[in-house]
T-cell receptor
Framework: DQQVKQNSPSLSVQEGRISILNCDYT??????FLWYKKYPAEGPTFLIS?????DKNEDGRFTVFLNKSAKHLSLHIVPSQPGDSAVYFC????????????FGSGTRLSIRP | NAGVTQTPKFRVLKTGQSMTLLCAQD?????MYWYRQDPGMGLRLIHY???????AKGEVPDGYNVSRLKKQNFLLGLESAAPSQTSVYFC?????????????FGNGTRLTVT
């Protein structure tokens, strides 16, 4: 039973446009959410996070939105750049078990010229 | 600053063989994790540790054992490798003292079991 779901395995976006990556979760105890970016042959690297007390967090071209009632979060990248081509993982944890961090299956983002 | 280092980077095993994957971190992090990455499955948590001498099961612990004898090292063992354990293994660490600090990952170990 996947607690964190990324239903789109891949996404292709034109350079300069907005990329929107989606993530759904089922565990209502999750209260902290993160996005990681992964290039081939490297480990994932942290991109941006959001706590459940917020509904939006912004860092440069990256914005994460959280809709707690829908148990849904999304990552917006604008404008998209060629270097953004990577696999993006959504992750979640609960304060009650902050050590246990659960990841989604990932979305491969391709930025086309 | 090395961060999280995994050895080896690649390994091929025959079914039934055993091996140990080593993870070392130099950031004095309390928590350490082992994940496996498979196509379409994302990153799945195998085992984790919240401190020296402690370990706990994650989502997919069967067939693996771990040890955290020293704070900086987290070992993942396969006693009798199976083809289903062909995967890329990632180690990660974080420090709970910094609030919700993100995970720092190593570059992975690609394991093939034939």
């Amino acid at each position: 039973d996947q607690q964190v779901k990324q239903n789109s395995p891949s996404l292709s976006v034109q350079e300069g446009r907005i990329s929107i990556l989606n993530c759904d979760y089922t565990n209502s105890m999750f209260d902290y959410f993160l996005w990681y970016k992964k290039y081939p042959a490297e480990g994932p690297t942290f991109l941006i996070s959001i706590s459940s007390i917020k509904d939006k967090n912004e860092d440069g071209r990256f914005t994460v939105f959280l809709n707690k009632s829908a148990k849904h979060l999304s990552l917006h990248i604008v404008p998209s750049q060629p270097g953004d081509s990577a696999v993006y993982f959504c992750a979640a944890s609960a304060r009650s078990s902050a050590s246990k961090i659960i990841f989604g299956s990932g979305t491969r983002l391709s930025i086309r010229p | 600053n090395a961060g999280v280092t995994q050895t080896p980077k690649f390994r091929v095993l025959k079914t039934g063989q055993s091996m140990t994957l080593l993870c070392a971190q130099d950031m004095n992090h309390e928590y350490m994790y082992w994940y496996r990455q498979d196509p379409g499955m994302g990153l799945r948590l195998i085992h984790y540790s919240v401190g020296e001498g402690t370990t706990a099961k994650g989502e997919v612990p069967d067939g693996y054992n771990v040890s955290r004898l020293k704070k900086q090292n987290f070992l993942l063992g396969l006693e009798s490798a199976a083809p289903s354990q062909t995967s890329v293994y990632f180690c990660a660490s974080t420090d709970p003292g910094q609030g919700n600090s993100p995970l720092h990952f190593g570059n992975g170990t690609r394991l093939t079991v034939t």
